[in-house]
């Protein structure tokens, strides 16, 4: 909800959809990270903390990219552009749950029979690959999303003054 509402208020005030999506990828990529280093260093703090940034990190991306959608859709057709921002985030969201599910409980058999050695033969292994496989998509987000960011700090088309205003 902190990321929606940070969202709102910046692209209220005419800021890059595109920009502010990037925001929430990179505290993905900061969020992830403590979460891959929590485990070892055995830090509740670092857990919550990423945690936590991967909620604001999700709420920037999905206002801000649903905000793109619709600015980049006809005047009658922003309920469409809805309605599939909307199924493709819903698809997207259960093929991520049961890929990282099947990935984690996978690297988890393979590190329980030692396979990686003693020092990975813990139950954070299988949830460091997965995390580690989050890492690398949220930099390529950024990469694909790079091109899209705009240097204005104002709106650049009525419909996207409609759709935050």
Avoid at 9 to 33: E, N
Avoid at 43 to 66: D, M, Q, R
Avoid at 95 to 110: M, S
Wanted: charged share 10%; glycine share 16%; with cysteine.
């Amino acid at each position: 909800m902190i990321g929606f509402g940070i969202a709102a208020k910046r692209l209220g005030r005419g800021m890059d959809p595109y920009r502010h999506a990037g925001f929430g990828a990179t505290a993905g990529l900061y969020a992830f990270s403590a979460l891959l280093f929590a485990a070892p260093m055995q830090s509740t703090w670092l857990f919550a903390s990423g945690v936590f940034l991967i909620g604001l990190g999700a709420g920037l991306f999905g206002h801000c990219t649903l905000t793109a959608a619709m600015a980049m859709a006809g005047r009658n057709q922003i309920g469409f552009a809805l309605g599939i921002w909307g199924a493709v985030q819903a698809s997207a969201a259960g093929i991520a749950v049961a890929a990282g599910g099947l990935i984690r409980d996978g690297v988890d058999v393979l590190a329980a029979r030692g396979i990686f050695g003693p020092t990975l033969a813990d139950p954070a292994t299988g949830y460091g690959v997965v995390y580690t496989i989050e890492i690398c998509l949220l930099f390529a987000t950024l990469i694909a999303a790079g091109p899209l960011v705009s240097f204005r700090l104002v709106p650049t088309s009525d419909s996207l003054a409609e759709c935050v205003g």
